[in-house]
């Protein structure tokens, strides 16, 4: 078992004030899937207030931006959890209630088990991304890397990938 857990941050530019008629779906679907991802397999851990989302955090400039930040067992866990279960249909309807944006606005690194990665942290993780690409320290669920405490076969450039398929 790895030393290391997944961190996700992910962030969006809502349609309209939180409680306007825009987001009324979208906010009426909050609690049931943060707590389907409280009880998926691998899940961890997940930013929020005593309203139980993190939709009253707004630390960006732009005060429509919202985040949501969590941590996994594994990219595994996460990917099945928002690719194949029902957080994939609002995922599929989220053009609804989010601008559609051409930077990043999602990003993935590893954290020491047990470690709770704040709002800063995870900002300088996505502002990496946008600056230099995927790399071990910010990365996406097209490009993801594994653990610092990988087998060396696993590491990019590990033994695997330097030798020719025969």
Not at 75 to 90: K, Q
Not at 156 to 166: L, R, W
């Amino acid at each position: 078992m790895s030393a290391y857990e997944l961190a996700q941050l992910n962030t969006g530019f809502i349609r309209g004030p939180i409680d306007s008629p825009v987001m009324a779906e979208f906010v009426a679907n909050l609690a049931r899937i943060n707590a389907l991802a409280d009880a998926a397999p691998g899940f961890v851990w997940r930013l929020q207030t005593e309203a139980g989302d993190a939709t009253d955090l707004r630390p960006f400039e732009n005060p429509n931006q919202l985040l949501n930040m969590s941590v996994w067992r594994d990219v595994d866990s996460l990917r099945r959890f928002v690719y194949r279960s029902a957080h994939a249909e609002i995922l599929r309807r989220r053009r609804e209630w989010f601008e559609t944006v051409t930077e990043p606005i999602v990003v993935l690194w590893w954290v020491p088990r047990g470690h709770r990665p704040g709002i800063e942290e995870a900002v300088t993780r996505l502002e990496l991304l946008r600056e230099r690409g995927p790399s071990p320290e910010a990365f996406t669920f097209r490009q993801t890397f594994p653990p610092p405490d990988a087998p060396a076969s696993e590491q990019p450039g590990g033994f695997e990938d330097e030798c020719p398929a025969t």
